[in-house]
């Protein structure tokens, strides 16, 4: 299967997966899951950034279009897109000529798990920091980051555990 067709597989598959199962749980009330942003993270490394931004775009859109959440999601997930090559610079050192042979699933794993968690904490303080829109709630909003990251952190990785093949 090409990797266009298979990305396009996994980009509806996470937005299936998060509109209508991870939306509806709420761990202590007020803790949810956001694994759709798995798909930033397994997307490949070019040097024209256009096309992906515009995918991660639609990601984040899609997921606002079934939430209601008036556009959160996409503005959260279009700023850890712009920002992975920036991350994949600091944490792995890989430049633009590494970019063709990059594989998340080939780095080790404590530098894996430092790039997908400042990613995540990126995306989930945006997202938390514009559904309160407000300072006083401040407290809020980075306990709500911290929670529903570890939480979505936990799925990934249990997730990739899962689909990963075994050699």
């Known amino acids: 299967m090409s990797k266009t067709i298979s990305f396009g597989i996994l980009f509806l598959f996470v937005v299936l997966l ?5 939306n509806n749980i709420l761990f202590l009330g007020h803790v949810n899951p956001y694994l759709y942003i798995i798909f930033i993270f397994l997307f490949p490394l070019k040097k024209n ?3 992906f931004l515009f995918v991660a ?3 984040g859109l899609s997921v606002d279009f079934f939430s209601d959440s008036s556009g959160i999601h996409a503005f959260s997930t279009l700023t850890i897109a712009y920002l992975r090559l ?5 944490f792995f050192r890989k430049y633009e000529v590494d970019y063709p ?11 894996k798990l430092n790039y997908v968690t400042t990613l995540t904490l990126v995306h989930h303080f945006i997202l938390f920091s514009f559904a309160n829109f407000s300072f006083e709630n401040f407290s809020q909003v980075v306990l709500n980051t911290l929670y529903s990251s570890f939480f979505t952190l936990v799925l990934y990785f249990l997730v990739v555990y899962i689909f990963s093949k075994k050699q």
């Not at 998060?18 to 991870?22: C, D, G, I, N, S």
């Not at 920036?86 to 600091?90: A, E, K, N, Q, T």
């Not at 042979?101 to 530098?111: A, H, M, R, T, Y």
């Open 18 to 22: 998060q509109v209508f199962v991870l």
């Open 49 to 51: 950034r256009f096309g």
């Open 57 to 59: 775009f639609l990601l």
């Open 86 to 90: 920036f991350f994949v610079s600091v």
């Open 101 to 111: 042979f990059f594989n998340l699933d080939l780095e080790p794993f404590g530098k």
